[in-house]
């Protein structure tokens, strides 16, 4: 899919990735890109730059963090929406989500984690096993965290094929918790100067959170649109924004996601949609999606429905809150980033009211008709955390699906059947 | 089971217990118990008193619980090793710990937990919903903590059903997760200063903790007997006694269990021994056993191996390491306490190296001739951990057979012949 003027194998051989197994999975992607986006109507010209940086995936994009390493940064790798972006780039470091979207290289991952651990996780390591990732391949560093037992004891293993850093999230919300986690800032800080030979300073931290509260203000913006009936861009276009922002540059990414918002601005000002206005309207809550993980947000809206908000990692809980910007020490900065990350509502707090609350609010703001709870199977917190959500739906009269799945498309066909059921029922 | 001359009924409904599904809960308990245990060929003489614990286990231990109250003192359940018993004793609490080893209404329990939830948490939660657990009936209160995500989540929805306080363990075991884990003691110090109507005092705190290091010995010279060649007691029966640990009388179990150490340090030294010389020595290792889910060491025995040491919660985690008693206020025993809960080796913490040096440390102390790795299905701390343990002791040239199972029987034929095969290669 890459750009075929240009070869990019031998920057893969370099990484040291498995050339023979990573072009069938690349030649994959554009036909299950294709499939589940390009077929769309009149989706805002704007997206054409996804479909640029989708086609350059594991191509330009890999690329220009080689050029980024050769000129003397680093690449640093999260699975997480908890490891602050501000302090990696304030250290010349830049952020990338690492491949978990796909099933790949399954039978070895279970020869190190059990079968039933989450698609997320599994995923993570095979990529890594198979050596078809050039995201991990690229990193200096990959920094962990331990917000769930899959991926707190999986990075275990992956920290004997990678240099892994894990930071802990603590799993309350009190003042001692949030001291541990300012605590936990302070010694990323320290790992990464000692990676990056570089010092933490004020100006690169102040710049650094700018740019990344820009770049959630843009996915804010687009989002806000979302709120509009009809819609002005389908659900699976704006949570692929938010799957690509993990990756890609940060201006860049902002002034692109800018346009796109002016765009859905325009078309809700003269009431233009993708879908009719009668469509019913869903909002997805629970597990994060990586890409191509498409697979809910495309049953939903071929069936007719649409997808109006994601109260997922790759969704709200990326680009609501955003980093308070007056401080003027490092330490200010830093207080300022862990209150932000900590107040995220993932799953794996206990208690976790704030994340109903979201749910609640986001169904309203943007209209919902129903909630779609999504959970990857194996996924306890979400999956537990599951029977409150839908008690507090239904209390407030929104019909809640629950679906349960992982990376396989074998129960597309039964999923599918129960989504349209849903989207009946919502319509009526 | 009770005594004929105890009509234990009226104590059972005055706690709220669904009678009608507890009979013949408890009626299935002696044919289990007699299965397992009475059985075996030449048990210690010291034995008939867990024989009696059992036949009273939801009766006279009960009544005892209900004098206590009545006498102005608390019963505090509890899940889990790191919740310190020194001060719920020192506080007037009865710690005992909650059903949690069978299966239980799970049709219920699905209601509001995947199926996907581990067999102790499903437990747990289907003896609440049935009524059936007179233990958590006569709580006051359930202490809980965030070992893992599925109690931990769970907890939530516990919550509801009774009143339950959770303690935050951290997650790695630095200077700052002590300091965490050390203010969480405070904060359950003034919890269960608040329910008992009490205030913690040095005297009644250093009682305690003297009380339970003297239950903890106990079982540590219970359990160097076994390191003798042939095994002066069954796996099995040295099981139990832990078990019953969790919730018995702490002086007179105390008592009880230094009366069969002394009577297993006469058989080591008269050579007697439970089962041949060259029976196969295997060390039992993974996530907790509760009463009365003793299959995989019923398992091991029946076909003609012993299990010598268990490095599980219901094991050496439970009574390997003391309390200090040397400290002279209420603030240097409650740092020895943190200091000394948090030095336990759940899989739960990350990395966890402590628990692969306790297993390979055991097996050499008990002669273990193989290391059998027993997980809860969907335990993920412990079905993660498995790898790590199962290398090390690869290293030390120990077999290892991993054990993935729940609370049912069905797997009770494939689980066998995967045994004897194991103790066959483990013979030669």
């Known amino acids: 899919m890459s750009d075929a003027t240009v070869d990019y194998r031998p920057m893969w051989r370099e990484l040291g990735m498995d050339l023979e197994a990573h072009d069938p999975l690349l030649a994959a992607i554009p036909q299950l890109y294709a499939d589940a986006y390009l077929n769309q109507k009149d989706r805002p010209e704007g997206m054409a730059y996804f479909d640029f940086v989708m086609s350059e995936i594991h191509g330009l994009r890999i690329k220009e963090l080689q050029d980024h390493r050769a000129a003397g940064g680093t690449v640093i790798g999260t699975f997480c929406v ?22 790949w290289a399954y039978d070895q991952v279970e020869h190190l984690l059990p079968r039933t651990t989450c698609a997320l996780v599994k995923s993570a390591m095979g990529f890594k096993l198979g050596r078809v990732c050039p995201y991990v391949e690229s990193a200096d560093l990959v920094v962990g965290e331990t917000t769930c037992d899959g991926k707190k004891k999986a990075y275990e293993l992956f920290g004997e094929l990678a240099p892994v850093y894990v930071m802990e999230l603590p799993q309350m919300k009190r003042p001692q918790d949030l001291e541990l986690w300012r605590g936990e800032l302070d010694r990323l800080v320290a790992k990464l100067e000692e990676i990056s030979g570089r010092t933490l300073t004020f100006e690169a931290l102040q710049r650094a959170t700018k740019e990344v509260n820009d770049k959630r203000r843009a996915l804010q913006r687009l989002n806000a649109a979302r709120a509009a009936t009809p819609l002005p861009i389908s659900g699976k276009d704006a949570l692929l924004a938010v799957q690509v922002a993990f990756y890609d540059d940060v201006p860049r990414f902002t002034q692109m996601v800018n346009a796109i918002a002016a765009e859905l601005e325009q078309r809700v000002a003269e009431g233009r949609g993708v879908a009719p206005a009668s469509a019913p309207r869903v909002l997805v809550t629970g597990s994060p999606m990586s890409i191509p993980n498409w697979k809910v947000h495309d049953l939903v809206e071929k069936a007719g429905g649409v997808v109006v908000a994601e109260e997922l990692c790759t969704g709200s809980r990326y680009y609501e809150k ?77 019909p809640v699906l629950r679906v349960d799945t992982d990376y396989s498309m074998e129960d597309v066909g039964q999923l599918g059947t129960r989504i349209e059921a849903f989207l009946e029922m919502l319509a009526h």
Chains 1, 2 share one sequence.
């Open 82 to 103: 908890y490891v602050p972006e501000e302090i990696i780039r304030a250290l010349g470091g830049l952020s990338v989500g690492l491949c978990a979207g796909a099933e």
């Open 322 to 398: 955003l980093v308070a910007e007056d401080a003027t020490t490092v330490e200010g900065l830093l207080d300022d980033i862990a209150e932000k990350y900590l107040d995220i509502n993932c799953a794996c707090f206990t208690p976790n009211p704030g994340r109903i609350d979201d749910v609640l609010r986001l169904a309203e703001e943007h209209a919902a008709d129903g909630i779609l709870h999504y959970a990857l199977q194996f996924c306890a917190p979400y999956q537990i955390e599951a029977t409150s959500v839908e008690r507090a739906a239904e209390k407030a009269r929104l």
